[in-house]
């Protein structure tokens, strides 16, 4: 099955499952312990509810103005 063009940023064990199947899955690091965070494409440098979502927009803003 072919990942879809999509990023989705979770934190919970309910969620690895959508994050398997997303072209991009982020994640930030205070995510639930019992979660191997490592076996997802990107961490967030800010933890959840301090800028994580923040980092996300800038990282899909920068990578579209470097395809320009």
């Known amino acids: 099955r ?3 063009m999509c990023i ?3 934190d919970d064990t309910v969620d690895v499952g959508i994050l398997n199947s997303v072209g991009l899955s982020v ?3 205070n995510s639930n312990p019992t ?3 490592k076996q997802f494409d990107w961490v967030t440098k800010r ?3 301090y800028g994580a979502i923040r980092d996300v927009c800038d990282l899909i803003y920068f990578s579209k103005t ?3």
């Open 2 to 4: 072919q990942r879809q």
């Open 8 to 10: 989705r940023d979770r």
């Open 27 to 29: 994640v930030v690091p």
């Open 35 to 37: 979660i191997d965070i």
């Open 47 to 49: 933890h959840g509810g």
């Open 66 to 68: 470097l395809d320009e």
